[in-house]
Nanobody, 115 residues
Framework: QVRMVESGGGLVQPGGSLRLSCAASGIIFNIKAMGWYRQVPGEQRALVAAITAGGTTRYAESMRGRFTISRDNAENIVYLQMNGLKPEDTAVYYC?????????WGQGTQVTVSS
């Protein structure tokens, strides 16, 4: 059974930083491209960043330069370092494979950026 367990969210002031973690199990992690996604109420889930098995990364335009995705293949964890957070980054953040598998969605982790 595949599980994605996200953690690290919270309340942060504008300009602050958070580091999200996603522990994946039930997949052959080190050959999978992984992605971070986010969703705000009333909108579709959207890609934030992705990383291939070899470490090549891609970012949504509004995150480029502020967010960094990385992975630890030994521990089956994918990270999202978020700096320079803005109120519009407020969302529930999820990880999944890239492209996402609908049966892999976890509970996500809430990120709230507010003063």
């Amino acid at each position: 059974q595949v599980r994605m367990v996200e953690s690290g969210g919270g309340l942060v002031q504008p300009g602050g930083s958070l580091r999200l973690s996603c522990a994946a199990s039930g997949i052959i992690f080190n050959i999978k491209a992984m992605g971070w996604y986010r969703q705000v109420p009333g909108e579709q889930r959207a890609l934030v960043a992705a990383i291939t098995a070899g470490g090549t990364t891609r970012y949504a335009e509004s995150m480029r330069g502020r967010f960094t995705i990385s992975r630890d293949n030994a521990e089956n964890i994918v990270y999202l370092q978020m700096n320079g957070l803005k109120p519009e980054d407020t969302a529930v953040y999820y990880c999944n494979t890239f492209a996402p598998n609908n049966s892999y969605w976890g509970q996500g982790t809430q990120v709230t950026v507010s003063s």
